[in-house]
Every structure is written in C-alpha cells, then in structure tokens.
C-alpha cells in the first residue's frame, strides 16, 4: 500500500513570497490532515478535511494560509505572504475515518519550509 | 482543554538495556494515546495506541505503553534497546468524547548508546 506522498520535500523563499504544498492521501482515506511542525516541537493540527469538508481550521492563521481539498482526495496548502515564523516542517497525514478520533494517522515525509 | 506532556527532552540508554520514555496526559473525558516515532527527515510514524481494553499496549519493533488511568500516564517502554531505536519519539492524545483534534507533545529525543 502506499504511504503518504507530498512534493516538494524542501522549498526555501524570501519573506512575503508565496509558497504551496502539496499531498495526496492513501488511497481511500477520507480524513486529511495539514500540521505544521515547529523545530524542537512537536506537530500542530492547522486544518483537518473529511472528504472534502473542513472539518477544524481554528489554527489556520486565515489572513495567510489556506488549503483546499477539491473532489476529497489530494490537498494543497498555500502561504501568502510567507513570514519568518513560518520556517516550519509541514505535514501531511490522513486515516481512514478520522472523526471518531480512534483512527491511526499515517504521516507523509513532510516538507521542509526555510524562509529567509 | 487537553494537553500531553514529556517531561524529559533526551532520555540515553545503553544498547541491551529497557528503555522508558513517559508521558502523562490531561483529558475531560477518556483518553485515545498515541506515540509516533520520528527519524531524522522523516515524517511520523505510528508505534501503538490504547483505545480501549488492556492497559498494556503492544505496538511495532517491540515497544509497548501501559496505560495508568490513576496517574494519568502513558509511558513506552522496550525490554531491550538497540541503537536503531535512537530518534525522536512523540506522544499523543485525543478526548475520546465529541470532536477534539490530537494534540502532540514536544517530544523525546531516544539515544540509544552501543
């Protein structure tokens, strides 16, 4: 079975630029994750989708960040303006349901943001 | 609100020796724990989880967690180390009642030393 995928595994920008990501599930997942891993903490859930519905965003910084997930299958998070506190390693993980909470989730390889 | 902590940043062992990382938790309501373990450039990777049943979990490459509900704790535990279990490990936890997104800790750095 296939993991997790996401593209790019490194992007570096300048501040103010704008940056996205991308992620495809396992095939059959209904739940996607997006959670930005700070270094030296552990993950933070910014937006969760069931099939293609948000289910939580309320640590999505909106006035920069969004994501889509059209027709419930890959996602794509996007930056603009990207700020220096957005040097982050972004992942991607989805399971199976999700909603219930009791789900294992996979975790894709994660993207390595530097923003200079 | 729920919150999980590590209390340690790094724990060492040496290579043959049982390992113990903790974590203790904070929910309203049951638990789901979780911990993931995290090698250099790589994403997360599931170990085990208590959902319900036996307090004693028995997850992948021979780690386990007992969940203690009177101390709230969580803690993964290996009866042998080896040098390829050094990585950054992460404990997870999730209200099992309404929705409540998992919250992380900070992680444990695991040094397994040969």
């Known amino acids: 079975e296939a993991g997790v995928a996401q593209s790019p595994r490194y992007k570096i920008i300048e501040k103010r630029q704008s940056v996205a990501f991308w992620c495809n599930p396992i095939?059959?997942?209904?739940?996607l994750y997006w959670y930005q891993q700070i270094l030296g903490q552990g993950p933070k859930l910014l937006i969760q989708?069931?099939?293609?519905?948000?289910?939580?965003d309320s640590q999505l910084p909106k006035d920069r960040f969004s994501a889509e997930r059209l027709k419930g299958v890959d996602s794509t998070l996007k930056i603009q303006p990207a700020k220096l506190e957005d040097s982050a390693v972004y992942l991607c993980?989805?399971?199976?349901?999700?909603?219930?909470?009791?789900?294992?989730?996979?975790f894709g390889p994660g993207t390595r943001l530097t923003v200079l | 609100a729920q919150s999980v902590a590590q209390p340690e940043d790094q724990v060492n062992v040496a290579e043959g020796n049982p390992l113990t990382v903790k974590c203790t938790y904070s929910?309203?309501?049951?638990?789901?724990l979780f911990w993931y373990v995290q090698y250099p450039n790589r994403g997360l990777q599931f170990l085990l989880k208590?959902?319900?049943?036996?307090?004693l979990v028995k997850g992948s490459y021979g780690f386990e967690a007992e969940f203690n509900k009177s101390q709230t704790s969580f803690h993964l535990k290996k009866p042998s180390a080896l040098v390829s279990d050094s990585a950054l490990y992460f404990c997870?936890?999730?209200?099992?009642?309404?929705?409540?997104?998992?919250?992380f800790g900070t992680g444990t750095k695991l040094q397994v030393i040969p």
């Open positions: 208590y959902i319900t049943g036996d307090n």
């Open positions: 993980a989805s399971s199976a349901q999700g909603l219930t909470g009791r789900d294992t989730q996979y």
């Open positions: 929910v309203s309501g049951n638990p789901y």
């Open positions: 997870a936890v999730r209200d099992a009642g309404g929705y409540q997104k998992v919250t």
């Open positions: 095939s059959g997942h209904a739940t």
């Open positions: 989708f069931q099939n293609n519905g948000v289910v939580d």
